[in-house]
């Protein structure tokens, strides 16, 4: 069991992004805005805000009440805000480049609700030099189809979520993160990156579920509606701790106990489903004997 805990991504870090940050119009001071206009912020913000009132002037979105409804991050920023439902989307190539800070000693990094053909990841210095290349499939060919038949013509399956654990570091080091595709438009939903910390071995039979926010409605004439919505992914696993780390992993599962991490249950690329994104509900530690103790862990998605 790995844990991710993302670093925030800042304008000051972010070094380029090929999508432009152009949703809406940016919102002007002197400008008056109507109900139901739309407007984003560029600076520090990167969300976008809809007027709930008519002759709308000079109300900074960011910090008055009762004039704006916050709907979410900007297209650009939506791979870095943490949070649920929201994806980063691009034609045919997503790019950017974020500083990393020689502190953070960053060797890990993941990539969440993902769709297009490749993920390239990079570190590069200054000048673009690549220090460090990792290119990866985001389409499972082989190893998804149980016969050639399904091979060559059953649906391909598509990798979600990717993890790459153990990056070389490099001083004065910037990450380059490349999702593209033939055709089409390509999208990310999370882009998180740290130094990975080890908790403990995961035990085998873990139980991976969803809890489904859809409804499903029948009425007095028996006919169902139903309103397909998101799920969360819901992960419950025990992992072995040696004695050493006790202390250590009972301190960082209370530090993150309202904070968002990535969670891997397992390195394997197949086994992908282990990996998820949210918070844990509770957590208790056994001490079976000498050299070893067990952590029973339920982790509840956001996405």
């Not at 002037?57 to 704006?68: E, H, M, V």
């Not at 691009?90 to 060797?107: K, P, Q, R």
């Not at 993160?177 to 071995?201: D, H, K, M, Q």
């Amino acid at each position: 069991m790995k844990i991710i805990k993302p670093i925030a991504v800042t304008d000051a870090t972010l070094v380029s992004h090929s999508v432009a940050e152009n949703d809406y119009a940016v919102w002007a001071s002197g400008t008056t805005y109507t109900a139901g206009q739309k407007v984003i912020m560029t600076t520090g913000v990167h969300k976008i805000f809809e007027s709930v009132a008519d002759g709308n002037t000079g109300n900074d979105p960011s910090t008055t009440t009762g004039f704006w409804i916050d709907l979410g991050p900007t297209n650009r920023w939506a791979m870095f805000d943490q949070a649920v439902g929201t994806v980063t989307e691009g034609a045919l190539e997503i790019a950017t480049v974020i500083e990393l800070a020689d502190a953070d000693g960053v060797d890990a990094i993941a990539l969440l609700d993902l769709s297009g053909d490749t993920a390239l990841i990079e570190l590069i210095d200054a000048a673009d030099a690549v220090l460090y290349s990792d290119e990866r499939p985001l389409i499972d060919y082989a190893d998804a189809a149980p016969s050639w038949y399904s091979y060559f013509f059953g649906e391909q399956e598509h990798i979600a979520n990717l993890v790459l654990l153990g990056l070389p570091f490099f001083y004065s080091a910037r990450l380059r993160v490349t999702i593209s595709a033939a055709a089409g438009n390509v999208s990310i939903g999370t882009l998180a990156f740290s130094r990975a910390v080890e908790a403990g071995i995961t035990e085998w039979s873990p139980e991976i579920g969803i809890t489904d926010y859809s409804t499903k409605e029948t009425d007095i004439y028996g006919v169902t509606k139903v309103v397909e919505r998101r799920y969360a992914t819901v992960m419950s696993c025990d992992f072995k701790i040696p004695h050493r780390q006790l202390r250590a992993v009972f301190r960082l599962l209370a530090a993150i106990r309202a904070t968002p991490v990535v969670w891997i249950g397992s390195e394997d690329q197949q086994l992908d489903v282990t990996i998820v994104y949210g918070f844990y509900k509770g957590f208790n530690i056994i001490m079976k004997n000498t050299r070893f103790s067990f952590c029973s862990l339920e982790i509840e998605g956001l996405t």
